[in-house]
């Protein structure tokens, strides 16, 4: 018995030696092992990174910066001086003459010499007015085309191989846009004046009273661009040289609030001049009001308009008259066309000649109506 204790005791003795052993040897391999590992002393390249986007945002700045005044450099060119008086001296924007003249602006917008801007500063269609080139060279120019409701006018003068200006997309523009206005405020020492801005507001309608008259301008770009007088007519552009609007009126009891007509509803009427050398304007006839110019009428004028275009006044012997269209009604489409503002049926109809047909969805009370009729000449 006492034998088979003392085995027991030296197994115990010789399994904790061995375990020892094996430990032991373990140890003395992974020193072995991890003391011949070389570590490299190989070459880094470091980099701030905060540093080099900040150097970068610097350049792009700067490069930004050099392609806007490339740009505008560029634009100014084909930005116009206009004056009803004929000039007395060198140039329509020449000191001598300056408080003779009635300023304003315009831009070339055809190679063979057609010049977009507005109609109180150029006359009414067939007015004779005076244009001053970017270089100096002055023309008698002739307003081929003009329309008082939104105060736009294209003139005519005799000259060719002119640089002329890129038309944008009205349609695609977003409040808070960088724009620029180009114009001729005040006089010879500020021409070609450019102001920075952002597009603060669409389709805004503003009432105007000149002479007893009122009237209403809708659909307008409104921006915090300095415009002043002598910028009308000029053009409100985008960073890449594309012009939006033309600069039109501002409010003269507020700061930073100025207009401009979208450029889209003249784009039929420039083509048109360019291709053929003339334009036929067609008309349906009637006076209407779109849902922004509504809550201006006075307080006996009762009707809620969602949708559409109110008819007020169908103009007598005009090309709605006698036809199924009636004062009162609501005109909401044509050729399909979903109509909302004023400016959308003008578009369309810039498009059409005088002789063609159109289709005229109205709605009149609960009754829903289709009306057909043939464009007259305006």
């Not at 061995?18 to 373990?26: D, H, R, T, V």
């Not at 540093?51 to 005044?69: L, M, Y």
């Not at 001729?184 to 102001?195: A, D, L, Q, S, Y």
Request: charged share 25%; aromatic share 8%; proline share 2%.
């Amino acid at each position: 018995m006492r034998k088979k204790k003392k085995q027991n005791k030296q197994r115990r003795v010789f399994i904790i030696f061995g375990i020892i052993m094996a430990l032991w040897i373990l140890g003395f391999y992974m020193y072995v092992t991890y003391n011949r590992i070389e570590i490299s002393n190989a070459s880094y390249e470091t980099q701030k990174i905060q540093s080099t986007i900040r150097e970068k945002t610097v350049e792009s700045e700067e490069e930004n910066s050099k392609k806007i005044a490339d740009m505008i450099e560029e634009t100014t060119e084909k930005v116009v001086g206009i004056s009803k008086l004929k000039n007395t001296g060198n140039t329509i924007l020449s000191k001598s003459t300056e408080n003779e003249l009635g300023i304003g602006t315009g831009i070339i917008v055809s190679s063979d010499g057609y010049i977009l801007s507005n109609e109180h500063v150029t006359g009414s269609k067939y007015s004779k007015c005076y244009i001053t080139l970017e270089s100096g060279n002055n023309y008698d120019g002739t307003v081929m085309w003009s329309d008082t409701d939104l105060d736009l006018s294209i003139t005519k003068i005799n000259a060719k191989n002119l640089k002329y200006i890129d038309i944008g997309d009205s349609s695609k523009i977003r409040v808070g846009e960088t724009v620029y206005a180009i114009g001729n405020p005040i006089g010879f020492e500020f021409r070609r004046t450019v102001t920075s801005g952002i597009i603060s507001a669409k389709n805004r309608t503003i009432k105007i009273e000149e002479e007893n008259k009122l009237s209403y301008m809708t659909d307008l770009i409104q921006t915090d661009a300095t415009i002043n007088p002598g910028n009308s007519g000029g053009p409100l552009i985008y960073p890449n040289g594309k012009v939006i609007g033309i600069n039109t009126v501002k409010i003269t009891s507020a700061e930073g609030i100025g207009f401009a007509i979208p450029i889209n509803i003249v784009k039929p009427i420039i083509e048109s001049f360019k291709n053929i050398g003339e334009y036929q304007e067609a008309t349906i006839g009637i006076y209407a009001y779109d849902k922004e110019v509504i809550p201006y009428m006075d307080s006996t004028f009762n009707i809620n308009l969602e949708k559409g275009i109110y008819v007020a006044q169908i103009t007598k012997n005009g090309p709605a008259d006698n036809t199924e269209l009636k004062e009162g009604d609501i005109i909401t489409s044509i050729d399909a066309k979903e109509l909302n503002t004023m400016n959308d049926l003008r578009e369309y109809i810039y498009t059409k000649k005088p002789g063609e047909q159109v289709k005229l969805q109205i709605k009149r009370g609960k009754i829903n109506k289709e009306v057909i009729l043939i464009l007259g000449k305006k």
